[in-house]
């Protein structure tokens, strides 16, 4: 009988031990000493107790040292706090590592005092906003803006969004397919100009992104919501909209935004350093016209520059505003050697190229018409997408010049920006187009 | 018998004397002499002799040689059907705003007061959420155009009094029925693609017109003026009142109602190809008024000539002052009103 006890006791202490250490270290951490508190205050809030610290081979890795990064690494690891992330392969780390870069990861950093409770940004038309920590629920009533709430990764905090280029069926679909909340959050737009502000006061956001456009400022700022405004009309811009998105969001969305722009710097430099040696003549003359053939873009807007990034000049340039109406008789006059449609509306090549009118352009005769792709979000417009605008139209203006593959890159793109897998026949065929 | 009774007594009370003639006929001929000058104008130079060639090639193909292809495109396909389609779209909304102003007894009123142009911004706006190509967006405008006035005539027909008044109101009523449903149609079009195009045409002008648009434009603008001609002076008589009409043995109803149906029929043709184009129905009358005077026999000609020019000059403005298209709706207020306000001080005649 003795063995016997012992044997069931052995049992049930053994028992015990495996389930005390399974809730104690599910998995093993090793950490910089300087971030061990933080870790700890995040392991704490997720486990309700106290990590052990491991000094090597442990499942994961908190650091602030970019070297532990394979060399190729695009994008940023996850960041829970400003420079410090996390690197591991175990599922059961992962879960944990969801947890810290969340809005109760957040609050968790926030509470034990490595993170503030409220931040103050700048937004693009210098107003000062004060915005509490951690934010929730964002409503992006501005659609360029949702893509930017995408690209910093903080999509799952859309309470209600518009979304551009997501209207038509295969829109629609490979949008769901990026965020199956899609259709959830489409549900209840908030325009530009029209808002119900009981609508948005129920939703409760924490936040509101719109543009300078937006008609209600007025009205919605009694219910002491931070409205945080965006303009991003040039590549600095656009570059900071991306940042003023990630701060918002907390250390691992302003990561992401940082590494957006590394990978936005990286195309960019790349195409000039492959067309910086053209002469002005060199450089081909491109229209780039919008959702009617004689509707063209001016040189205020985003588009402009993308085709100088591109290696082109924009014929329409010299134009202000916004879109411009013109005659044909001054497209004469512009003389294009590429025209470029946009991604959206109802034109496509065989309009012009079917039109008689049109024959007296030489860029319609030689066949030198192009609609600029788009996956779900137009190319042409200053959402992190936009990146992809630029390499595609490089390679239809220097065809075999520009070293960069469209299909590639867009793979690599929403890999780490959209954390989505893309189907690769369908993004070559995008691309080719 | 009576009928060459009345026409001669509107004759003489019509009649005016020595340069009266003379402003008259210089009148008509505007619109030709404003054509012909601004098919010479355009932001690509082309010299008025290659402009001249281009136009006859047609009919002397011989001339077409030396020119340049895109020339002849430009002055054929481009300058032409716009220059056209401006003449075309000003003598319509200025005679029907004449007529309309005739049977209302209204001097304030255009041939949009029972709803044809709200009925065609519908129309458009519901092709280009379907996706319709041009022809389906001009098929559309002038088919719910005939609808609303149609619904606004019927509507007038439940009440048996005063038809006019509830003709007026009912035209008011559908009018904003359906300026209601075009914002429904802006709600929900998608701001990328639809929304743009329906803003497009709804803010009117000629920056896309080719000769696709002019033929059914042309017929109807035709007819219907040569119909206002016909009734030029039964107008006269109507707006003395239906009383004085009828005691004159005229049949008013049924005179107001095809006035309004030709009206109609000519008004949603030019909105189809111009979209929504205001101020000239409503002020090309008076100054039509004001210089041949209130006697519809002089009045409705004058009124297409004046209409005519009036939009070429401005569409002729518009494509040519910058290298941007001017919306026409800026360049009526600015050019018209000085003009208006110097014909009404040169010219002090009664209504």
């Known amino acids: 009988m003795k063995w016997l006890l012992r044997f069931v006791f052995a049992l049930i202490l053994s028992l015990t031990v495996s389930v005390v250490s ?48 394979p060399a190729d690494f695009v994008g940023a690891p996850p960041h829970f706090l400003p420079d410090a992330f996390f690197v591991t392969e175990s599922q059961q780390a992962a879960e944990f590592v969801e947890f810290a870069v969340s809005p109760d990861g957040q609050q968790a950093l926030i509470d034990a005092g490595f993170l503030p409770a409220s931040i103050t940004v700048i937004d693009q038309v210098g107003n000062v906003v004060e915005i509490p920590q951690p934010v929730r629920r964002v409503i992006t009533a501005y659609s360029i803006a949702t893509y930017l709430v995408y690209g910093v990764g903080a999509s799952d905090r859309l309470v209600s969004a518009g979304y551009l280029g997501a209207r038509d069926p295969v829109g629609a679909a490979r949008m769901e397919a990026i965020d199956p909340r899609f259709p959830e959050v489409s549900s209840v737009v908030i325009s530009q100009t029209e808002i119900n502000v009981e609508q948005v006061a129920e939703l409760q956001p924490d936040v509101i992104f719109t543009s300078t456009r937006a008609a209600w400022l007025d009205t919605v700022a009694e219910l002491r919501i931070p409205v945080v405004l965006f303009q991003g009309e040039s590549p600095e811009r656009m570059k900071e909209s991306m940042l003023l998105a990630g701060q918002v969001f907390g250390p691992n969305a302003a990561a992401q935004a940082a590494a957006w722009v590394d990978y936005y710097d990286s195309i960019f430099s790349q195409v000039v350093d492959q067309t910086d040696d053209l002469s002005a003549e060199q ?39 916004f879109w411009n109406d013109v005659n044909l008789e001054q497209i004469v006059l512009w003389n294009p050697d590429t025209i470029i449609i946009v991604p959206y509306g109802n034109v496509t090549p065989e309009t012009l190229i079917n039109s008689p009118e049109w024959q007296i352009i030489p860029a319609v005769q030689n066949g030198q018409v192009y609609k600029m792709p788009s996956w779900v979000a137009p190319w042409d417009a200053p959402v992190p997408d936009s990146v992809l605008g630029i390499i595609w139209l490089a390679q239809k203006l220097f065809p075999g010049r520009v070293e960069l593959d469209c299909a590639a890159e867009a793979v690599t793109f929403f890999n780490v920006f959209y954390g989505h897998a893309i189907p690769q026949d369908e993004i070559a065929a995008v691309c080719a187009s | 018998m009576r009928v060459v009774t009345l026409r001669r007594v509107w004759t003489a009370a019509g009649t005016r004397i020595g340069g009266r003639d003379l402003v008259y006929a210089g009148l008509l001929l505007l619109p030709f002499v404003l ?95 379907i996706g319709g190509t041009t022809i389906v967006v001009q098929g559309f405008a002038f088919g719910f155009g005939l609808l609303a006035v149609s619904l606004a005539y019927l509507g007038s027909r439940l009440y048996s009094t005063a038809p006019m008044i509830v003709l007026t109101l009912m035209g008011i009523l559908i009018g904003s029925f359906f300026g209601s449903l075009t914002s429904l149609m802006k709600y929900i079009a998608d701001p990328l693609n639809t929304l743009p195009a329906i803003t497009f045409w709804l803010l009117g002008g000629l920056t896309g017109v080719t000769w696709n648009s002019v033929p059914i434009l042309a017929l109807l603008t035709v007819l219907g003026s040569f119909f206002l001609w016909l009734v030029r002076w039964r107008l006269n008589i109507l707006s003395l009142g239906d009383a004085e009409a009828a005691t004159l043995g005229m049949n008013p109803n049924r005179l107001k109602l095809s006035i309004i149906v030709c009206a109609t029929l000519m008004t949603a043709a030019a909105v189809a190809v111009g979209g929504v184009i205001g101020w000239i129905g409503l002020v090309i009358p008076h100054a039509g008024r004001i210089i041949v005077g209130p006697d519809h026999k002089r009045l409705i000609p004058a009124s297409l000539a004046l209409g005519a020019s009036f939009l070429l000059l401005i569409d002729t403005v518009s494509r040519t002052l910058l290298p941007t298209e001017v919306p026409i709706g800026i360049l009526t207020g600015l050019i018209g009103v000085p003009l208006l306000i110097v014909l009404l001080r040169r010219n002090r005649t009664g209504w």
């Open chain 1, 22 to 69: 399974a809730q104690d270290a599910p998995f093993t951490i090793q950490a910089d000493d300087v971030l061990q508190p933080a870790v700890a205050a995040l392991y704490e809030a997720k486990y309700g107790a106290a990590p052990v610290f491991a000094d090597a081979d442990a499942d994961l890795l908190a650091t602030r040292d970019r070297a532990v990064l």
């Open chain 1, 283 to 321: 450089r081909p003359r491109v229209l780039m016209v919008g959702t009617e053939p004689l509707r063209v873009i001016s040189g205020d807007m985003y588009q402009t520059d993308i085709i100088a990034a591109a290696g082109g000049q924009s014929v329409t340039a010299e134009l202000t505003g």
């Open chain 2, 35 to 129: 054509m012909i000058a601004t098919l010479m104008i355009g932001l690509y130079g082309i010299s008025i002799e290659n402009v001249t060639r281009a136009l006859l090639s047609p009919v002397f193909p011989g001339l077409a040689d030396g020119l340049s292809q895109t020339e002849i495109t430009l002055v054929l396909r481009i300058r032409l059907p716009r220059v056209l389609s401006a003449v075309l779209i000003g003598a319509a909304l200025a005679s029907t705003g004449v007529a309309f102003q005739g049977i209302f007894k209204n001097p304030l009123v255009d041939s949009n007061l029972l709803g044809v142009t709200s009925g065609a911004g519908f129309g458009a706006a519901l092709a280009l959420l």
